[in-house]
């Protein structure tokens, strides 16, 4: 079904994998409209509880392969990058942030330009000891987009943003995570493993619960307070009449642990 990523499901994970190994997963048109397609399929399929997405090989994603982008040919047209933006990049990050399941970025290997914009739109994000981050945007004399702009400062405070963006300089797995860019970092050899049981773990909380915590915290950073009470209390209307909900509070006090369903 898709030529440039690979997707499995099983045990309630849908496992999307950006499948360009030879160019260390740059990005393609094709690419972004199968990840945004297969997004969507999973956010929609019930059975589905957690979102993995990493890159085969030794790459997350090198940014975007600059050899597809419409224009840059031979004659030396230059491509309007405001039309590539608006019509593959932001649709694909805005499935990320409105995919009300948890999404995991498992940044297996180097995670640059956009690739970098793409795990930050992820809600975790799990880091193999040998990956890094390149904000490599300035180094072309771009800026950085596909949400960099916003989730950037959001996660490492607007000094270090602005340092990163700036400079290009490439940051450590340890260092990721020391400034909050990764949620965990791994042993390359427990990687794998770590990943999964993350994407289990999740898979096995309460779905609905989980997907209105990620609407109100995000709709959270753009209110203020008055608003962000009343969006709380909305979706605790809507949490407290799920199935989870009910079965959670019953194994409360029946003192055994919960068996969610995702509903």
Not at 62 to 83: C, F, I, K, S, Y
């Amino acid at each position: 079904m898709y030529k440039t990523i690979l997707y499995e499901v099983s045990g309630g994970v849908a496992r999307m994998t950006m499948n360009r190994p030879d160019k260390y997963n740059a990005f393609t048109g094709q690419m972004i409209a199968e990840m945004t397609a297969a997004l969507k399929k999973a956010g929609k399929d019930e059975e589905i509880r957690c979102i993995v997405l990493t890159g085969a090989g030794k790459a997350f994603n090198a940014g975007q392969d600059l050899g597809d982008v419409q224009g840059a040919d031979a004659q030396g047209a230059e491509p309007n990058h405001g039309d590539v933006l608006r019509e593959r990049y932001n649709p694909l990050i805005m499935q990320l942030r409105n995919t009300e399941k948890p999404i995991i970025a498992a940044v297996n290997g180097v995670a640059a330009g956009a690739g970098v914009s793409v795990a930050l739109a992820c809600d975790l994000r799990i880091v193999s000891e040998k990956a890094y981050f390149v904000n490599a945007f300035v180094n072309i004399g771009l800026v950085p987009d596909s949400g960099g702009c916003y989730f950037l400062p959001r996660l490492v405070g607007l000094g270090k943003a602005l340092e990163l963006a700036m400079t290009g300089d490439r940051v450590s797995a340890e260092e990721a995570y020391r400034i909050g860019l990764a949620n965990r970092v791994c042993a390359a050899e427990q990687f794998a493993d770590e990943a999964e049981r993350l994407a289990v773990k999740l898979a096995a909380l309460p779905t609905r619960a989980i997907g209105l915590i990620k609407r109100t915290m995000y709709k959270g950073l753009d209110m203020n307070l008055a608003q962000t009470l009343e969006h709380e209390a909305y979706a605790q209307e809507i949490a407290g009449n799920t199935e989870d909900h009910r079965e959670g509070m019953q194994a409360f006090l029946e003192k055994r642990p919960p068996e969610f369903k995702g509903v």
